[in-house]
């Protein structure tokens, strides 16, 4: 519930939550292990999926101890809880961020992604390897998976679809990075929830890698790297231009250059997950798109 962003949001999100009986809440700051072990206790977890942390590659130019704090520290004392509950699967969300901008695409989870481009990548990267230990020296089986671009209802503020929505309602430009030459390959949160959801049942195991496709699995550890994106880039002008189609508007473009951090183009290779689980994820930007706007208007009372 930190102030990053409208805590109000994350307030409706638990809200809906709430009302499904198996769930409940612990308001806490990974950071602060005595209150995230009592939780635990209460839990008494056999599997855990490690979704937070501090995210955004802009802000991390601006509150960079935000980064090290919540990924690394509070990582690692998520880390600890897996390895003292004995936990049969760990999931850790990690960030196509971390391939930087001099790898090959699609991006493949083989390759060493050794050349991040921000702090938020450097933290992610980091939690990746710190698992890696943890895997081999305490044998928690551990998936890490990097999401590509992940939008859909209830997303962040901060993240271009939402800023964009946001501005052409109100009839005020938007800025537009890179002139508009950029490429991204959106993966809706849905197709996230649901490849996360086969993965859960598939922790990896010492020596048992995936046929069919260039597996990731560890030569000393049950731990590997799942890319979950779409693996179909769209152009970011395109991609405006289906915000317009769904909205019934027209943006105004401040074409702006590229930022410190950003890279032209993130690209997907997600024969593994398909390997994994036999599904891929197919919400297209026009569907996801149109199902953002059209939360936004119910939630804020637009028409």
């Not at 307030?11 to 612990?26: C, M, Q, V, W």
């Not at 056999?46 to 955004?56: D, S, T």
């Not at 992610?124 to 044998?139: D, P, R, V």
């Amino acid at each position: 519930m930190t102030p990053y962003y409208d805590p109000q949001l994350k307030k409706a999100r638990h809200a809906i939550l709430e009302a499904h009986r198996g769930f409940s809440r612990h308001i806490i700051k990974l950071e602060d292990m005595s209150a995230m072990s009592a939780a635990a206790e209460l839990a008494k977890p056999e599997v855990i999926v490690h979704l937070a942390a501090q995210a955004g590659v802009r802000y991390s130019l601006e509150n960079p101890r935000a980064y090290v704090d919540s990924n690394l520290v509070g990582s690692f004392n998520v880390m600890e809880l897996a390895k003292s509950h004995q936990v049969s699967h760990l999931i850790v969300a990690s960030t196509s961020s971390v391939y930087g901008d001099d790898e090959p695409m699609p991006f493949v989870e083989t390759v060493a992604a050794d050349h991040p481009l921000t702090l938020y990548a450097a933290t992610k990267k980091a939690g990746e390897q710190m698992t890696h230990a943890y895997s081999h020296l305490w044998n928690i089986p551990t998936t890490v998976t990097r999401f590509f671009t992940v939008y859909g209802p209830w997303g962040r503020p901060d993240m271009a679809l939402f800023k964009f929505v946001d501005a052409i309602l109100n009839d005020r430009p938007i800025d537009v990075y890179n002139q508009g030459q950029m490429r991204r390959d959106f993966t809706y949160v849905d197709d996230v929830v649901q490849a996360l959801d086969r993965l859960l049942d598939l922790p990896p195991r010492r020596g048992a890698p995936v046929s069919g496709a260039p597996d990731s699995l560890s030569p000393t550890a049950p731990w590997r790297v799942v890319n979950i994106g779409r693996g179909e880039p769209v152009g970011l002008l395109d991609f405006i231009a289906e915000i317009e189609r769904a909205l019934g508007r027209k943006a105004r473009l401040n074409l702006m250059p590229i930022q410190p951090g950003d890279v032209e183009a993130i690209f997907a290779d997600a024969s593994l997950l398909k390997s994994m689980t036999g599904y891929t994820p197919a919400t297209s930007a026009r569907e996801g798109v149109g199902a953002f706007c059209d939360w936004y208007r119910d939630y804020h009372g637009v028409h």
